[in-house]
């Protein structure tokens, strides 16, 4: 279905958004009235996110910090609007990058998305943040609770139905260290590890015989466990991931507070990999703090990083996953990966008015 920008943001967005970057940095002073928020929700191969623009909402003091009851409010699929998580920006812009937030459905901040920031980049061209000179190239950030910053580039023509391409700054980084991984793991050899937790949960419940104890841990910015499959069959089906969700979460998600028994200090996204040839990747995913998904861009750098460390795969491969295909390609320097590029379509596909109920911001 072909989406309508004109008719969802209205004339005053191409006219408010053509005052620059500028306006993005210093919005227009003046009470926020009593009114509805609006969120517009996105999607791409299958992996949802709401966008809250805070100038969009008049709320001048930048940047807004939403209570992560509300977060969970407005992602729940029964209570609220459904979605995988929520994109706040642009919030400012630093160094020329329009730089925006990503949050899990569960309320918790994430450091990076791939699907998430091929989102926000189709956001900021349909709001018309982006004049026309700049469309074919142009700067975002994600930007974390630690202040960390992944750069982002993007690029894109002026076809409102293309695809948009994004190049992800990224040193990745392997091990238990990178991930937090602080117990209940042992090596394998190079870049291979076992989660123990991991591997029994595949030996009591793993298709095809598959065996989960054959992980790549590494870091692009955010944490994940990758563990390699043999065959297509052993792949675990997404009816299967939701059914193990309470125990996958466990693993997954960041622990509470006092927690003794997590595996991953800050928890992790995990993957199953099966490399079908030196350019196609097959995925399944559960991702921290949202639970089994369709796609996810990050998951799917991942799991091409770590198939090239292993030889498996040449420097681009298209990575299939249960929500569509997504193609990717490494970026070299000095014979180290400086960047991984994803290519695929976004699209906006309702705009929502939702009720101001209840606390929607933190103090801090």
């Known amino acids: 279905m072909k989406t309508d920008s004109n008719h969802i943001f209205g004339k005053s967005a191409s006219t408010d958004a053509q005052r620059g970057i500028q306006d993005v940095v210093s919005p227009r002073r003046g009470e926020r009235t009593e009114r509805n928020l609006i969120l517009l929700k996105y999607q791409t191969l299958g992996n949802s996110y709401l966008v809250f623009d805070p100038r969009r909402n008049n709320f001048d003091d930048l940047p807004f910090n939403p209570e992560p009851n509300w977060i969970r409010k407005i992602c729940d699929r029964d209570y609220g609007v459904g979605s995988n998580g929520l994109l706040i920006g642009p919030d400012r812009c630093g160094s020329g990058a329009f730089e925006f937030r990503i949050f899990n459905s569960d309320g918790s901040q994430a450091q990076l998305s791939g699907n998430g920031a091929r989102i926000f980049a189709r956001y900021l061209l349909d709001a018309k943040y982006i004049p026309p000179d700049q ?10 609770r630690e202040l960390d910053r992944v750069a982002i580039e993007v690029r894109a023509d002026e076809a409102i139905t293309s695809s948009i391409t994004t190049i992800i700054s990224t040193t990745p980084s392997f091990g238990p260290c990178a991930v937090g991984a602080h117990g209940g793991v042992t090596f394998g050899g190079d870049n291979s590890i076992t989660v123990a937790a991991l591997a029994d949960i595949g030996r009591r419940n793993g298709q095809g015989g598959a065996s989960w104890s054959d992980s790549t841990m590494l870091s692009i910015g955010n944490p994940h466990c990758v563990t390699f499959l043999t065959s297509y069959g052993m792949l675990p089906s997404v009816d299967l991931l939701k059914q193990l969700k309470s125990e996958l979460s466990f693993i997954a998600d ?51 990083i770590a198939a090239f460390v292993r030889g498996l795969v040449d420097y681009h491969a298209t990575v299939i996953m249960p929500g569509g295909d997504l193609r990717l390609a490494l970026s070299m320097r000095d014979n180290e990966i400086a960047a991984v590029q994803m290519s695929g379509e976004a699209s906006c596909i309702a705009e929502i008015r939702m009720a101001d109920a209840g606390t929607v911001r933190s103090e801090n």
Request: glycine share 8%; hydrophobic share 45%; aromatic share 6%.
């Open 135 to 144: 469309m074919s190239s142009f700067s975002i950030a994600a930007v974390s």
């Open 254 to 304: 960041a622990p509470r507070a006092g927690s003794t028994s997590a595996i991953f200090s800050e928890g992790c996204n995990l993957q199953w990999c099966f490399v079908e040839d030196r350019h196609r990747i097959h995925l399944r995913i559960v991702e921290r703090g949202e639970g089994p998904t369709l796609a996810s861009g990050s998951s799917a750098a991942a799991a091409l």
